[in-house]
């Protein structure tokens, strides 16, 4: 493998300044249209038929109720990312000004509220073309929709303006036109409380359509045939007995009994759950996250569960992406909640359901739902917090089960700081965490706070691989190794184990793409309630055993794999913060509204039925999803979300059955990153075409695996980093090692899709195990990456230590050669000499030659200097004094963010004359293609 071509490199480098950058995407929506209760639909209805073509087109053009989570810091003064460092004094963005009630849920709407919004909606949803095309879908012609349309809404409009301002006159009057109020609130107010309000607006929508489908079912305007046809459409997809359904009826023939360990984070409650599972024959443990299945699976087989007393029990591994298979006669598995198995003949003895309060999470919700409902099992743990108490009350004794509650008490103390930081980035101390939200924002608090206090710093961050999170942990956790803060956005309150003394937020809000929103109380509570983690003090073994023994009688969860801890500490950035999180702290949770409930795919095919055969994939979950009706304590979310798979499925639905269509609608891609939409839809034609998806060709067009090759070529010359940082010479770090961090992202997202695939129709993904390793291959290199980014300032003389200044010196002599590249055995002394053709060239373009001179063609010498070419090298091109001088003054720490320096990166090309080098290093990057090339700088 070679790298890009190179030439010698001087003494003299520079450190690139860290720039993750993502793609700017923008959410528009049309503005609300104000109406008065008492206008009728009559009068509104010709106003705004004018101008609902346009307005249909930007409403279908905007996705109302997703903002991407990746956007780019906004360029104001809020953004983190955008503000310029001054010396040691950073303004940090603070919080809009909120009040408490802007961070909690909001009430539900009343029935006269209802009416009011539905009233607004009305006129132009009647005469949307959505509708219209839903209608002729159902086999309505165009007199009969139009008239069931105008009868439907006028009968409607006078039946909500005839009530008075009173809720049980409005409440009447719903109940009299057929629809399902209650359901109809609790969507609107959960919508609400996750800040969707695209979502409470297609509420209102889904509840008229389905109105009007039953409306018309009885309209004597409507032919008799197509009457039929809309009642069975209706039948379909009324969904209010789904727990009684074919598919969970054996979950139904069996009575089971449910545990509720339910409590806040930290409390033991999934400690006591375990140790249920680890004492039975035949159990199962269901998990949001592989690596935390991945460490129950590993725990049980180590005996290192609480009662085992290292006396492992055989587990096998079932996650979307690995399979592993400990002993094939074992009873045992941990599994992600979506793999656990549901059709087994026998029922397991446990079953652990872990973070139960997923089950109204709109995305993921119905794996929960399914599992909840589904599982054959004699008893059955779920974990979760309080307020999923009331819904477990009246759902579980609805199913025909019973249940016990098992409530808990956090483990340590949570405390909030007397007072805030200040807006001081130079008192983070070590054991803190740092929580900010965006990419963008944790890499520029990062870089502050290394350059202000001059403690590295480990990153957790949504878009990161999930096994590089738990190695980012690991290292913050880990007192030998070089991280000693941690920067994490809302991504750090599920699934680590993290040793938090202290946790700071820098703001208490989040851009949600739109506007600067409040984050909410749910995520609040959880994030702080990380901070002091039981078990994260370094205690020895008889501390641990009078630990175990003081708490035996409380709640029995210690074992001597936790220690006991002082209890953690919360606190803000900014002083005007920090009050608002001391009030908001001790407000109770409230219950949670909904659960979310995936709809049947049996219910799915039968209605692809009864639409046309030209409907395409993503219409036909359009129209499950708009007339499903479930129990008021459910909602159906996930077909929504599922709209981007879909379109991309459209384009080749007529070479897929509608299982392989569901497959890949499944699948777990982010469609927000074009280029792993570009990878699912070239995965889709690959499949329909040759029915054999090789690895090779899903990448070829994105030739992302050829930069994973050019980045671990790269970092093989770099030398480990130094036993303490900022002491002496910065390391070198070549440009393309941090501008490359958002292509292994996405690289590794792409071969988790392709392994997911490869379990679900193995015989069209036969590169399973190319893909693995390459998976391995890209999580090492990332982590590299991560930790090699620039920002630890140099360490005052009073700050350095006799010892660290030895470590350091002895490092430098053993791995470190003159111009700062790793030392090779039969390398030239001075070191691997090269830097990035590209950089070259740039230095030339702009002007960084002596104007008495100018530089030869770096292709015409690059070969001599390699030894490829014949001849003499010309002679060493001159540099500019100007350009040595800025150079100089970026060494001494006085000019590190001009213009010229960023412009040139302060890389000297090399001395042509130098000799000759041998070692099998000296060729990286010389084969880097031009898109390689082009991100190097």
Same mark, same amino acid.
């Given at each position: ?285 269901? %998990? ?21 007393? %290292? ?107 007397? #007072? ?80 938090? #003394?202290?946790? =700071? ?11 600067? =929103? ?16 039981? %078990? ?96 008021? *304590? ?89 036993? =303490? ?93 003159? *111009? ?48 490829? %070419? ?68």
């Amino acid at each position: 493998m070679s790298l890009p071509s190179v030439i010698r490199s001087s003494a003299r480098r520079t450190i690139c300044s860290v720039c993750v950058a993502s793609s700017s995407r923008h959410t528009l929506a049309s503005p609300p249209i104000r109406r008065s209760f008492r206008t009728t639909y009559r009068s509104l209805a010709n106003a705004v038929a004018s101008t609902l073509d346009a307005d249909e087109e930007l409403r279908s053009s905007s996705n109302l109720d997703h903002t991407p989570s990746d956007l780019p810091a906004r360029k104001t003064s809020r953004s983190v990312a955008g503000q310029k460092a001054k010396g040691k004094t950073f303004q940090a963005p603070k919080s809009r000004k909120f009040t408490a009630s802007a961070f909690l849920p909001p009430a539900p709407p009343t029935p006269l509220e209802v009416a009011r919004r539905i009233l607004a909606r009305l006129p132009e949803f009647s005469k949307s073309k959505r509708l219209s095309s839903q209608v002729h879908d159902y086999g309505l012609t165009s007199e009969e929709e139009r008239a069931s349309i105008d009868n439907w809404a006028w009968t409607l409009d006078d039946l909500l303006n005839s009530c008075s301002n009173d809720d049980a006159e409005a409440k009447a009057a719903f109940q009299r036109s057929g629809f399902q109020l209650d359901r109809l609130i609790q969507s609107i107010a959960s919508a609400e409380e996750q800040g969707l309000a695209g979502s409470s607006q297609q509420a209102i929508e889904h509840a008229l359509t389905r109105n009007y489908v039953q409306a018309a079912s009885r309209d004597e305007a409507v032919k008799t045939s197509t009457r039929d046809h809309l009642r069975t459409i209706l039948s379909l997809t009324d969904l209010t007995n789904i727990a009684f359904s074919t598919a969970f009826l054996p979950a139904r023939s069996m009575r089971r009994h449910f545990h509720l360990h339910l409590g806040p984070t930290n409390s033991g409650k999934t400690y006591n759950a375990l140790k249920a599972l680890a004492q039975a024959k035949s159990g199962a443990y269901a %998990g949001p996250l592989r690596l935390l299945a991945h460490e129950v699976w590993e725990r049980l087989n180590q005996g290192t569960v609480g009662g085992l007393d %290292g006396q492992g029990k055989a587990c096998n591994l079932l996650t979307g992406e690995d399979h592993r298979v400990v002993d094939p006669t074992s009873q045992l598995l941990s599994c992600t909640v979506e793999m656990l198995p549901l059709s087994r003949a026998d029922p397991y003895e446990v079953v652990v359901i872990d973070e139960i309060q997923m089950l109204k999470d709109v995305a993921r919700g119905g794996a929960w739902s399914k599992a909840l409902i589904g599982v054959k099992a004699k008893e059955i743990h779920l974990c979760g917090d309080e307020t999923m108490l009331d819904m477990l009350s009246g759902l579980i004794p609805s199913l025909g089960d019973t249940m016990e509650v098992h409530r808990y008490d956090r483990l340590t103390p949570l405390k909030v700081a007397d #007072k805030s930081l200040g807006g001081d980035f130079g008192k983070f101390e070590k054991g803190d965490c740092a929580v900010t939200f965006s990419r963008n924002n944790i890499f520029a608090v990062k870089k502050q706070i290394e350059q202000v206090v001059s403690r590295k710093c480990a990153v957790v961050y949504g878009a990161l691989p999930p096994e590089t999170r738990a190695e980012q942990a690991r290292n913050f956790n880990d007192p030998n190794t070089h991280e000693e803060i941690l920067v994490a956005s809302d991504a750090v309150g599920m699934g680590l184990n993290l040793k938090i #003394k202290r946790l =700071v937020f820098i703001n208490l809000t989040k851009w949600n793409g739109s506007a600067e =929103v409040p984050l909410t109380l749910t995520q609040i509570k959880q994030i702080a309630g990380r901070a002091g983690r039981f %078990g994260t003090r370094d205690n020895d073994s008889d501390k641990l055993r009078t630990a175990s023994k003081s708490h035996e009688d409380k709640n029995d969860y210690i074992g001597l794999d936790d220690a006991p801890d002082e209890g953690g500490v919360v606190t803000t950035l900014h002083d005007s913060d920090l009050p608002l999180l001391r009030e908001l702290l001790p407000i109770p949770l409230q219950s949670a509204r909904q659960m979310v409930i995936d709809v049947p795919t049996e219910i799915i095919a039968q209605m692809a039925t009864l639409l046309p055969p030209s409907t395409k994939f993503s219409s036909l979950l359009q129209h499950v999803s708009t007339l499903a009706v479930v129990p008021p *304590n459910m909602t159906t979310g996930a077909l929504d979300l599922s709209r981007g798979p879909s379109e991309v499925i459209d384009a080749f639905a007529s070479h897929l059955s509608l299982h392989e269509m569901s497959v890949f609608n499944a699948a777990p891609v982010n469609l927000k990153d074009p280029v792993l939409k570009h990878i699912l839809g070239t995965t889709i034609h690959l499949y329909t075409r040759t029915n054999e998806v090789k690895l090779k060709d899903v990448f070829r067009a994105s030739e992302l695996p050829k930069k994973l090759d050019v980045i671990e070529a790269t970092l093989a010359i770099l030398p480990p980093l130094p036993p =303490v940082l900022g002491i002496g010479r910065l390391p070198l770090l070549p440009p393309i090692v941090i501008s490359s961090i958002p292509s292994l992202e996405t690289l590794h997202k792409g071969l988790v899709l392709y392994l997911w695939l490869s379990f679900r129709l193995p015989l069209a993904f036969p590169d399973r195990e190319a893909a693995e390793q390459l998976k391995q291959r890209c999580e090492v290199v990332l982590e590299d990456c991560i930790e090699r980014i620039p920002g630890v300032r140099q360490k005052k003389h009073l700050e350095r230590t006799r010892e660290g200044d030895r470590a350091v010196a002895n490092w430098r002599a053993t791995f470190v050669a003159p *111009n700062g590249t790793k030392k090779f055995e039969g390398s030239d002394p001075k070191g691997v000499q090269w830097v990035e053709e590209a950089i070259a060239q740039r230095l030339k373009n702009k002007g960084a030659w002596n104007d008495r001179g100018s530089a030869p063609d770096p292709s015409k010498w690059l070969n001599e200097v390699d030894g490829r %070419g014949q001849g003499q090298p010309p002679a060493p091109p001159r540099i500019s004094a100007a350009f040595r001088n800025q150079n100089l003054k970026y060494r001494l720490g006085k000019s590190r963010h001009s213009p010229d320096f960023k412009a040139h990166s302060g890389w000297y090309p090399a001395d042509p004359a130098a000799p000759k080098k041998t070692a099998s290093h000296t060729h990286l990057l010389s084969e880097a293609p031009k898109s390689e090339k082009a991100g190097m700088e």
